[in-house]
Structures are given as C-alpha cells and as structure tokens.
C-alpha cells in the first residue's frame, strides 16, 4: 500500500494563495491516481480535485474550478495543489488521497483506498 503526507496548509487572507503539497511512499507513485478532498467542520468531506496516474488528466469540483490547480511530479512522488484567489469557505482540512490501478480521475471518496492525515486550511476574511 501506499503511505501518503500532506504538508503546507496554514492560514491566508481571503484574496491569497497556499500550495499544499502530498509526498507518498511505499509503493509505485505513478500506480495511482490522487485526489484532494476537503472537510469542514460539521460538513461531508468533498472532492476537490484529482489527476490521473500519467498527470494527463485533471478534474475539478466546480466551485474551485478556475482557482485551484492539481499537478504531480512522479519522480518526486508528489501531487500539488496550488490554491489562488481562497475564499472563506474553502477553509477545512484538506486530505490527499491515492486510488491504486484508477483509470482517468476519480471523484468519489470511495474510489479511493488511502488517505493522509490531512492538512489544515484556514482563511480569513
């Protein structure tokens, strides 16, 4: 299986930028396709965005579409997501996660079998 760390969330002003950054390890990066969801409190956790397993394919939820972009570099084992123009209601904690063999981009929180700790975004107005 594979092992996955986010890392770079922190508090921006609304207007700002945060680029979050997820490291995995223990298997073959380029075997899964990766996602971001977000939660926020007292909220279902919801996709975000993922990229398929070659970076060829992104995909977006609509109300970051636009503003967040998800990328990944195989040789690194990392996936980014650079976040521009945060709004309050992006603020949550945001999880990386990897579906293994997946073909294009996966969006359903159960299409994917690993997830990180996540990583805490907040964003004042």
């Known amino acids: 299986q594979v092992q996955v760390v986010e890392s770079g969330g922190g508090l921006a002003q609304a207007g700002g930028s945060l680029r979050l950054s997820c490291v995995a390890s223990?298997?073959?990066?380029?075997?899964?396709?990766m996602g971001w969801f977000r939660q926020a409190p007292g909220k279902e956790r919801e996709f975000v965005a993922a990229?398929?397993?070659?970076?060829?394919?992104?995909s977006y939820a609509d109300s970051v579409k636009g503003r967040f972009t998800i990328s990944r570099d195989n040789a690194k084992n990392t996936v980014y997501l650079q976040m521009n123009s945060l709004q309050p209601e992006d603020a949550g904690v945001y999880y990386c996660?990897?579906?293994?063999?997946?073909?294009?981009?996966?969006?359903?929180?159960?299409?994917?079998?690993?997830w990180g700790q996540g990583t805490q975004v907040t964003v004042s107005s």
């Open positions: 996660a990897g579906s293994r063999w997946a073909m294009g981009v996966p969006s359903a929180r159960a299409e994917y079998s690993y």
């Open positions: 990229i398929s397993r070659s970076g060829g394919s992104t």
């Open positions: 223990g298997r073959t990066f380029s075997n899964y396709a």
